[in-house]
C-alpha cells in the first residue's frame, strides 16, 4: 500500500465529510409539505448516499477490496464496508450504522428505479427522523476510519 493511495483517501473522506454536512443541513431544514419539497427532500436522500457510496468505492479501490457481482454491487459494496478485512483494514461501518444505510441505500433504490411511485410525506419523515437521530453513529464511524488512515499514514514516516 502507498502512502499516496492512503492520504488521497483521507483526503477524499475530509471532502465527502463537508459534503455531508451540507446534504443533512439541507435535509434538516427541509418539510415535505408539498410536492416540491418532497421531490427536494427524497432528491437529497439520494444524494447523501451517494456521497457515501462515493466513499466506499474509494475505500474499495485504495484496499482492493472488490465487488465482485455488479448486478448487487451496491449491496455488496455497503456489506463490505461493514466487515473487516484481516490484516488489510477495520471494518468502516459498525453494524448499526450498516443497518441504517442499507435502509437508505433501499430507499435510493426505490428514488432511481420507481418511475411511476408516488413519494410517501410520512415515509419521508420517518426516514428523516431516523437519519438525523442516528447520523451521529455513521459519523463516529467515519472519525474512527480517519483516525485507522491518520495512523497507517504516521507509519510510513
Do not use: C
Not at 435502509?103 to 410520512?122: I, K, N, T
Request: net charge neutral.
Amino acid at each position: 500500500m502507498k502512502k499516496a493511495h492512503l492520504a488521497v483517501l483521507s483526503g477524499y473522506l475530509t471532502n465527502q465529510e463537508g459534503v455531508i454536512r451540507r446534504l443533512l443541513g439541507e435535509i434538516s431544514s427541509t418539510e415535505p409539505d408539498n410536492p416540491e419539497k418532497i421531490s427536494h427532500l427524497a432528491y437529497q436522500f439520494h444524494n447523501l448516499y451517494g456521497a457515501l457510496e462515493d466513499f466506499f468505492q474509494e475505500v474499495a479501490k485504495t484496499f482492493e477490496n472488490r465487488v465482485e457481482d455488479p448486478s448487487r454491487s451496491h449491496r455488496e459494496l455497503l456489506k463490505r464496508m461493514a466487515m473487516e478485512i484481516p490484516g488489510i483494514r477495520p471494518e468502516v461501518l459498525s453494524p448499526a450504522s450498516h443497518v441504517l444505510l442499507n435502509e437508505l441505500r433501499g430507499f435510493r433504490h426505490v428514488f432511481r428505479h420507481a418511475y411511476d411511485y408516488e413519494l410517501s410525506p410520512d415515509k419521508l419523515r420517518a426516514l428523516k427522523g431516523k437519519i438525523l437521530g442516528e447520523w451521529d453513529l455513521v459519523s463516529q464511524d467515519l472519525q474512527i476510519f480517519q483516525a485507522f488512515l491518520q495512523d497507517k499514514l504516521k507509519a510510513f514516516k
